[in-house]
């Protein structure tokens, strides 16, 4: 039997998340999230988002956990999900007007990353949103000591990952 897979970071950051796409999916569209993971974040948004449709997606060895989280949401929005590496050379999609991906970008490989970002203009309508959230490095540095510790772990763990650093800023 499998058991519900659950995330602590997840539940931690949750509200602050919905505060943010609340206003960026303001309007009925679907929202394709990339590495759904435990499938906690399309059944939470789904409840507090009715006008959205949510299209869970991740590897093929997360797909019966977030199946778990929705027999249980029982959520006519929340769309069944579908099996998505961002390695895969054809997307199950062609029209995305909105993505989420919630901390994922430093648990994948430089190499994945890459290929995520090239993959977005061949899958996304040019005036879709997107929503990243997770550890970042602003122009070089750590946002807190909690995250210089988080990346040293996780290149321990795999020399491939790290929290991503970028030059842009947000306003989130």
């Given at each position: 039997m499998t058991h519900?897979?659950?995330?602590?970071?997840?539940?931690?950051?949750?509200?602050?998340i919905l505060q943010v796409i609340r206003t960026v999916f303001s309007q009925p569209t679907t929202v394709w999230?990339?590495?759904?993971?435990?499938?906690?974040h399309a059944c939470y948004f789904v409840r507090h988002l009715p006008h959205v449709e949510w299209q869970p997606t991740d590897r093929s060895a997360y797909i019966s956990g977030i199946c778990l989280w929705q027999e249980e949401a029982q959520s006519a929005n929340?769309?069944?999900?579908?099996?998505?590496?961002?390695?895969?050379?054809?997307w199950p999609c062609n029209s995305i007007d909105a993505l989420f991906t919630a901390n994922t970008l430093h648990i994948i490989s430089?190499?994945?990353?890459?290929?995520?970002?090239?993959?977005?203009?061949?899958?996304?309508n040019a005036k879709a949103s997107i929503c990243i959230y997770g550890p970042f490095n602003y122009n070089g540095a750590y946002t807190s000591d909690s995250n210089a510790r988080f990346d040293q772990w996780l290149k321990s763990q795999n020399t491939l990952c790290g929290i991503v650093s970028t030059v842009c800023s947000t306003n989130h």
């Amino acid at each position: 039997m499998t058991h519900k897979p659950f995330s602590q970071a997840f539940e931690n950051n949750k509200d602050p998340i919905l505060q943010v796409i609340r206003t960026v999916f303001s309007q009925p569209t679907t929202v394709w999230e990339i590495g759904s993971g435990t499938g906690q974040h399309a059944c939470y948004f789904v409840r507090h988002l009715p006008h959205v449709e949510w299209q869970p997606t991740d590897r093929s060895a997360y797909i019966s956990g977030i199946c778990l989280w929705q027999e249980e949401a029982q959520s006519a929005n929340l769309k069944p999900p579908l099996t998505l590496d961002v390695t895969d050379t054809v997307w199950p999609c062609n029209s995305i007007d909105a993505l989420f991906t919630a901390n994922t970008l430093h648990i994948i490989s430089r190499d994945e990353e890459q290929i995520f970002f090239a993959r977005l203009p061949v899958t996304m309508n040019a005036k879709a949103s997107i929503c990243i959230y997770g550890p970042f490095n602003y122009n070089g540095a750590y946002t807190s000591d909690s995250n210089a510790r988080f990346d040293q772990w996780l290149k321990s763990q795999n020399t491939l990952c790290g929290i991503v650093s970028t030059v842009c800023s947000t306003n989130h």
